[in-house]
């Protein structure tokens, strides 16, 4: 097994995951790095626009009115559903996991 392989599976991917990595990189054309970086993009950028939303939630429930507060839930659950389903999750936290632990911003214990 190549070493860079080893740091993957080392790192958290299982060898199902590598496979769906290597298919995509295959059809797409794409290198297995640069599709692990937008992974991990993908998966930053979620976080980031789930937590803009729970602060619009947390702001809605303080001063909205109840019609504004159960229209913004219904929105809000449905835009969160939705956008978990179309970016692959969990992919996208090993590749951000990877990611980190290769420009080293995470300490070894």
């Known amino acids: 097994m190549p070493v860079y392989e080893q740091k993957r599976l080392n790192s958290?991917?299982?060898t199902k995951d590598l496979q769906?990595?290597?298919c995509h990189t295959e059809a797409s054309g794409d290198p297995l790095e640069q599709v692990i970086n937008e992974l991990a993009s993908h998966f930053r950028a979620l976080i980031w626009i789930?937590?803009?939303m729970l602060?619009?939630?947390?702001i809605v429930l303080l001063?909205?009115?109840p019609t504004h507060i159960i229209s913004w839930l219904v929105a809000a659950v449905f835009l969160s559903v939705l956008?978990?389903?179309v970016m692959p999750v969990r992919l996208g936290f090993?590749?951000?996991q990877f990611r980190r632990l290769?420009?080293?911003t995470r300490k070894h214990l």
Do not use: C, H, Y
Request: no cysteine.
């Open 102 to 104: 290769q420009s080293g």
């Open 94 to 96: 090993k590749s951000w």
């Open 83 to 85: 956008f978990i389903i």
């Open 63 to 65: 001063v909205g009115s």
């Open 12 to 14: 958290g991917f299982t």
């Open 20 to 22: 769906k990595l290597r």
């Open 50 to 52: 789930l937590t803009a």
């Open 55 to 58: 602060v619009i939630t947390v």
